[in-house]
């Protein structure tokens, strides 16, 4: 009976030790993305990996892999699914594949920078964001952080680009979104689904010939030793969504969950203030390059958004209305 005892707090004492040990073990978040060094989103995240590890006094450590290019955001957001990433960043034209929901973002000019104010709000105190969580958690993941991305305008390698007419007959780079591939088609332009680590190669062989993208991650793709030709289209606004595995997120404690809300807030604020002089300084790189940027008219841009309404038409009836209501309440 003695031996017993002694064994069964000999086993006690072991236990105790490793789960202390365990306690004491800082825990390691890993958050896969496609975008590139210095892009907003990269910055972004780099700045919410910082605000983590000070405010948990490095108990909770983030590591980052940017560039993860092999099949895009849609590999590294299945994986997060999956579990065997904890974190995946999307932009919401890829999230489309997940969920309808995202399509409701991905509309062409369902929103606008001159609106952008009442969106971010909408998106961090209002309705709009609590919508956007629940659509992730219905497809195993948490929302961490609404990442600040941009309004993609179009670009050309060989043609110019002057007005609607002008973008006719290109053969342009989408994502898998079929919102995109119907604004190209509306468009008059010939979609083709490719995946973002394999557009700068398809650009310099030929396989496209145009794309829609932020000028600021066109850039940093070094996209623009191909590029020739763009113009102010603001066609989409994207974002990039920091999601995690719901199941890891919930097995987090309370103070874990604290931590990384509140960093993923600070973080989103100062990156929407770098994100514009990012873009700025693309617009001068765009400029430095001799890459030809054609400001639109009111009229041209008119032009471009009326002829893009029946793919808004079409796909605004797929998606959730309340979500759709929500986005278009911003832009009164």
């Known amino acids: 009976m003695r031996k017993f005892t002694i064994l069964t707090l000999t086993l006690a004492m072991v236990l105790g030790f490793s789960f202390a040990a365990n306690a004491a073990r800082p825990l390691t978040l890993r958050i896969g993305h496609p975008m590139a060094p210095g892009n ?49 960043s999307s932009s919401t034209p890829n999230l489309a594949s997940f969920s309808k929901a995202y399509m409701a973002i991905d509309l062409p000019y369902v929103t606008s920078p001159e609106h952008q104010a009442a969106l971010y709000k909408a998106l961090d105190e209002g309705e709009l964001g609590k919508a956007l969580r629940k659509v992730s958690q219905e497809i195993g993941l948490e929302t961490i952080m609404f990442s600040e991305f941009g309004y993609r305008n179009f670009v050309s390698s ?8 002008s973008l006719m007959n290109l053969k342009v780079r989408t994502t898998d979104s079929p919102v995109e591939v119907a604004v190209a088609t509306e468009l008059g332009m010939n979609p083709a689904p490719v995946a973002w ?3 700068y190669t398809a650009l310099q062989q030929g396989t496209v010939d145009a794309e829609g993208n932020t ?11 191909v590029l020739k030709y763009a113009m102010n289209s603001e066609h989409n606004y994207s974002m ?18 604290k931590i990384i809300r509140e960093a993923a807030a600070e973080a989103t604020v100062w990156q929407r203030e770098e994100s514009v002089r990012l873009e700025e300084k693309a617009w001068q790189a765009f400029r430095d390059k001799g890459i030809k940027i054609h400001m639109l008219t009111p009229e041209q841009r008119a032009e471009i958004k009326a ?3 029946p793919a808004y038409d079409k796909f605004a009836k797929e998606v959730p209305t309340h979500v759709l209501k929500l986005i278009e309440e911003t832009q009164k």
């Open 40 to 88: 907003n989103v990269t910055v972004g995240y780099e700045k919410f990996k910082q605000l983590v590890e000070e405010k948990s006094d490095r108990k909770i450590r983030i590591q980052l892999f940017p560039n993860c290019q092999l099949g895009s955001d849609r590999v590294t957001t299945e994986a997060a699914q999956a579990g065997t990433l904890d974190m995946s």
């Open 158 to 165: 060989d043609k110019p680009l002057t007005d609607a007419k």
């Open 197 to 199: 680590g394999e557009t």
């Open 215 to 225: 000028f600021s991650l066109l850039n940093d793709a070094k996209h623009t030793e």
């Open 240 to 257: 990039h969504i920091l999601l995690m595995n719901k199941k890891k997120w919930d097995s987090l404690t309370p103070e874990q969950q």
């Open 307 to 309: 002829k893009t309404r």
